[in-house]
């Protein structure tokens, strides 16, 4: 048994959660096996990672079921503060997503029940004219979620827009990274508009979706490592920060960094941003924000986009 990980308040929830939250779409992948798969969350679980991340539609629900398999065994599910994602727009969906999330994921309540890829600028009035707010209101109600919360990476607009549609969200998960100090910036534009209303804010992507690092470098010339935009990443106003995990190498380093993790000084985080900011003002860094590449495919149907 480790030492265990740093702990955040997750906004006004009164919950503590670790500073890193495994990342449900990774676990899921279809190359890693469904016993690796588990023996990596019962590694992150030991090592101090108290927070997971999931969605209805990652992997077509392989994710969860994963998921639900391995916090099934030695009260594990009692360990962890458990998020998942609702895809649904209106009230139908929303019941159904809920439904199959709780079965997959082999439980009784989820922790926190977010709205998912909030990235099209009608999703607000979606969600709200179509009935699905209303419906995740009434789950809460019931006991069947603890808290809600959404999720995007498109634009700080949307978020703020989502924002206002509700006055008692619990959580906002967002890209935050080096180059989104200088393009369509959370860290700017919404974190302290989150700080303000006691939402706590979420950090993923702190590699751009992969796209910052190559062979642990940015591939923009070898601006900056992984562990530099992981810490980059930490020291923002964050309640925790996701990563993606596909191998006990992985999970091992990310957890050395949080373990270890002291805020970054500013003369550091200065010079780190003055390195990446010739490459991250025009979004090749961060493809979820400036193209489609990252919005979901069951997502794309919804709007009518091709998958």
């Known amino acids: 048994m480790s030492n265990g990980l ?9 919950v503590n959660v670790s500073i890193l939250c495994l990342g449900g779409w990774h676990i899921g992948q279809p190359e890693i096996s469904d016993a690796e798969a588990e023996r990596i969350m019962h590694a ?3 090592e101090g990672i108290t927070f997971f991340d999931n969605a209805w539609d990652y992997h077509e629900g392989r994710s969860e079921e994963l998921m639900g398999k391995a916090l099934a065994t030695g009260g ?13 727009r209106d009230a139908e969906h929303t019941r159904q997503h809920l439904d199959d999330s709780l079965r997959r994921l082999k439980t009784d309540v989820i922790d926190l029940w977010q709205f998912h890829e909030i990235n099209y600028d009608n999703d607000p009035e979606w969600i709200l004219e179509r009935g699905a707010l209303a419906e995740a209101l009434r789950a809460q109600q019931a006991g069947k979620v603890r808290f809600l919360g959404f999720t995007g990476h498109k634009h700080p607009d949307i978020f703020l827009k989502m924002l206002a549609i509700h006055n008692d969200w619990a959580t906002c998960q967002l890209p935050v990274n080096v180059c989104d100090y200088f393009y369509r910036s959370s860290i700017h534009n919404v974190i302290p508009v989150l700080k303000a209303k006691n939402v706590a804010a979420i950090g993923m992507k702190s ?11 940015i591939v923009a010339g070898g601006a900056a490592t992984a562990e530099e935009c992981i810490r980059f990443a930490l020291s923002q106003d964050i309640a925790s920060l996701v990563v993606g995990v596909d191998s006990m190498k992985v999970l091992m380093q990310d957890v050395a960094i949080a373990r270890n993790f002291q805020p970054m000084p500013a003369e550091e985080r200065d010079q780190l941003l003055q390195r990446i900011k010739p490459v991250a003002g025009d979004g090749r860094f961060e493809p979820s924000k400036s193209t489609q590449l990252f919005d979901g495919p069951y997502h794309r149907r919804q709007h009518g986009f091709p998958v």
């Not at 594990?76 to 649904?88: I, S, W, Y």
């Not at 979706?209 to 062979?215: M, T, V």
Request: glycine share 22%; charged share 20%.
């Open 44 to 46: 992150a679980i030991d």
């Open 207 to 217: 590699l751009g979706g992969g796209n910052l690092a190559s062979g642990g470098q």
């Open 6 to 14: 740093p702990t955040r308040p997750l906004g006004k929830t009164g």
């Open 76 to 88: 594990r599910r009692h360990k962890v503060f458990l998020m998942t994602k609702n895809c649904g």
